[in-house]
């Protein structure tokens, strides 16, 4: 693609950039009907924060998606936001802010080119097949470019792949090193399949929490596509409140988010609930990729003991299996995940900063996160829940 001229435009709504030239770009593998193996960067997707208003206008978060066109087609798509805080985004830079503003610098607005409200890993320069090089590098320029037009004092790619966060190092943007904990299948064919590869204790101790999970009361229900139906919904959307009030004091999204989740997505979607007595009182929500179940939301109206372990965990696992998927995203952070199978692995951001001193003094921030958290990683992988040789003791 040498010598391929390119038009990068900016767009404040994403009906600006037609669902078939996005997804062309962001899930070009569905082309054979089956799941994208990133729903959150799909046109129905980032559609359905916009237009619920969980974005936009009041939310801190303002579309300004990019695209990129050549060869009479678009080549390129990026979801793209300007923000007035850090709310939602995972990757934490509260301090990074504290501290350029408190040396007289402005740190709000930013650019950030993410999927809001989701830590989830995936491609943040969505490309056209055989337009990876010219379509990232153009999205990069169009980024930088909107930042340095409008005097910001940063960009952030947030959850981009290894792959990506090495390109982006390469061309002189700061590479943050962050972790989470993913369960990997290890091709089970059931779940005992994947408890006979745990210690003896620990295959104790998930037996036990399955068993006073399971004693809650009531039965636990798995829903996908049309089974999921509108009082399903307003269940959900109550432990959505409750779990959203105690973490981050107002919930991201609105009601009329999953409503549009359901229209264009629930096929995607897997509802795990727990009912008692003719009425939901837990719930998850996952989404279904191509080779991944993706955890996002759970809450809860009474307290059951390891409940929010069988409906998070476990019963994600169960699905996994049972569908062939190679992996569970249980979301961000959670060390306690770690004794139920999801092991650490690490996760990749890129940073671009307009002060030369600041971007240096991050730099040196960012070079010691990096060897503590490889570090983290290394240690807690020590301490998986997994046998560490074939004398392990058997239940």
Known sequence: MTGTTVEIRTHQALDGIAAQDWDACACPETTDGGHPADPFTTHRFLSALEQSRSVGEGTGWHPHYLSVHADGQVIAVAPHYGKSHSQGEYVFDHSWADAFERAGGRYYPKLQMAVPFTPVTGRRFLTRPGYEAVGRSALLQGMIQVATENDLSSAHISFCTEDEAKQGAAMGLLHRLGQQFHWQNANYAQFDDFLTGLSSRKRKQIRKERAQAQNFGGEIISLTGDDIQPHHWDAFWQFY?????????????????????????RDEVLLVLAQRDGRSVAGALNLIGRDTLFGRYWGALEHHPCLHFELCYYQAIDFAITHGLGRVEAGAQGEHKLARGYMPVATHSLHWIADPAFRDAVEQFLVAEKEAVAEDIEILTTYGPFRKSDMDDHD
């Open 241 to 265: 409140q409750d779990t959203g009030a105690r973490k981050w004091g107002r919930p991201y999204l609105t009601r009329a988010f999953f409503d549009a989740l359901h229209d264009t997505m």
